[in-house]
Antibody, heavy 117, light 110 residues
């Protein structure tokens, strides 16, 4: 069965960096585009970024462009999100999800990132 | 990348039908048949319920249906059941390689 497991969340000070990982199993990871989607506490879902199945294309929400970098290692079935220059408003649960521009069909359970001094 | 507009809340009694709207623009919902709907129970990950406006993934009950007219998409839940009580989010491809979500609707089964 498809499984996505995020890790790397935690408490970080404003302006610092954090790297999230998402370990995929149960499907051919290298065949699928992957998303990062976040949800601030008590708020709705916000799309963050998408990476093509082969890593050839990467697209970002305006709110994170220039600060976050999405990447993947298909040899290790792992998706990453490098987050730099973190701000308080980046505090959220970060989900990885399998899909395309049209949908996200499987989601992980999320990892909480708290940006606070 | 402005968020799609959903009503904050909706409700219905068991067995009834309820429809949740999702209003965008002619640059997202109105321009592409790439509207999806997600169900999220408290503390859980979202679950895909509808994709490409009206298609249901395997395992999603046919009580859930989707449609679109112009810039507004809709999710209808028929024969409401207690387990349908959750938050529902729409999303759409927004062009320029971006995805946009709605603000979410809390569905209460009375």
């Amino acid at each position: 069965q498809v499984q996505l497991v995020e890790s790397g969340g935690g408490v970080v000070q404003p302006g610092r960096s954090l790297r999230l990982s998402c370990a995929a199993s149960g499907f051919t990871f290298s065949n699928y585009a992957m998303h990062w989607v976040r949800q601030a506490p008590g708020k709705g879902l916000e799309w963050v970024a998408i990476i093509w199945y082969d890593g050839s294309n990467k697209y970002y929400a305006d709110s994170v462009k220039g600060r976050f970098t999405i990447s993947r290692d298909n040899s290790k079935n792992t998706l990453f999100l490098q987050m730099n220059s973190l701000r308080a408003e980046d505090t959220a649960v970060y989900y990885c999800a399998r899909g395309s521009m049209a949908q996200a069909d499987y989601w992980g359970q999320g990892t909480l990132v708290t940006v606070s001094s | 990348q402005s968020a799609l507009t959903q009503p904050p809340s909706a409700s219905g009694s068991p067995g009834q039908s309820v429809t949740i709207s999702c209003t965008g623009t002619n640059s997202d919902v109105g321009d592409y048949n790439y509207v999806s709907w997600y169900q999220q129970h408290p503390g859980k990950a979202p679950k895909l319920m509808i994709y490409e406006v009206s298609k249901r993934p395997s395992g999603v009950p046919d009580r859930f249906s989707g449609s679109k007219s112009g810039d507004t998409a809709s999710l209808t839940v028929s024969g409401l059941q207690a387990e349908d009580e959750a938050d529902y989010y729409c999303s759409s491809y927004a062009g320029s390689n971006a995805v946009v979500f709605g603000g979410g609707t809390k569905l209460t089964v009375l």
